[in-house]
């Protein structure tokens, strides 16, 4: 299976074998991943023709999530194999080991993208929130936050354990079959900054 991560400043591809990882490639690019994630997947496949991809759906960069998902319908399309989907926060939560979690992400106008999650599964116990620091203060109260905006979310809290991390595609091992199984659809978590006029 091949995974695809291109939702945050992190460019990521892995190659996977049920549960043993043969490839990776993992860049902090910020921007600039449409031109780095073909040759990446390229000199991860080595020939070799995955039978699935799974790609990371967001929330994060509005344009990382539609390269990697672009990339993703158009490699799935012409190997024709399965493509699946995956949130950026449940692989946040499943790399920070899940328990009892919060996942917090930098989103845009200084709002952080947060999700609490339990364990033994791993699963959602609130919805995804777009939301600005302090108001996502008073909705978290897992103790340990990880992600791009875990430092930000526990200082306006002023307690708890911040562990800042950023999805890795080699990492989508850690997450189970229900939260690596959704529709391969954009979960932009917020509205557009572009407004249609009237």
């Not at 929330?59 to 993703?72: M, N």
């Not at 609130?126 to 620091?133: E, N």
Request: with cysteine; glycine share 14%.
């Amino acid at each position: 299976m091949l995974v695809i991560e291109t939702a945050t400043a992190a460019c990521s591809a892995a190659l996977l074998d049920g549960g043993v990882l043969l490839a990776e490639g993992h860049e902090i690019v910020g921007r600039g991943h449409a031109e780095r994630l073909v040759p990446m997947v390229r000199g991860l496949l080595d020939g070799r023709r995955p039978q699935a991809i799974l790609v990371d759906c967001g929330p994060g960069s509005f344009t990382g999530v539609r390269v990697g998902l672009a990339a993703a319908h158009g490699l799935a399309i012409g190997w024709r194999v399965p493509l699946a989907g995956y949130s950026s926060l449940a692989l946040l939560a499943a790399m920070g080991d899940g328990a009892g979690i919060a996942a917090a992400m930098q989103g845009g106008h200084g709002e952080l993208f947060v999700q609490s999650f339990a364990g033994d599964p791993l699963a959602p116990i609130d919805a995804l929130r777009s939301l600005a620091p302090a108001e996502a203060a008073v909705v978290t109260h897992a103790k340990r936050i990880v992600g791009s905006g875990a430092e930000a979310l526990v200082a306006a809290r002023g307690h708890g354990e911040a562990v800042e991390l950023l999805p890795r595609a080699a990492e989508a091992l850690r997450l189970p079959e229900a939260l690596r199984s959704l529709p391969p659809r954009p979960i932009y978590g917020r509205a557009p900054d572009a407004k249609a006029m009237t």
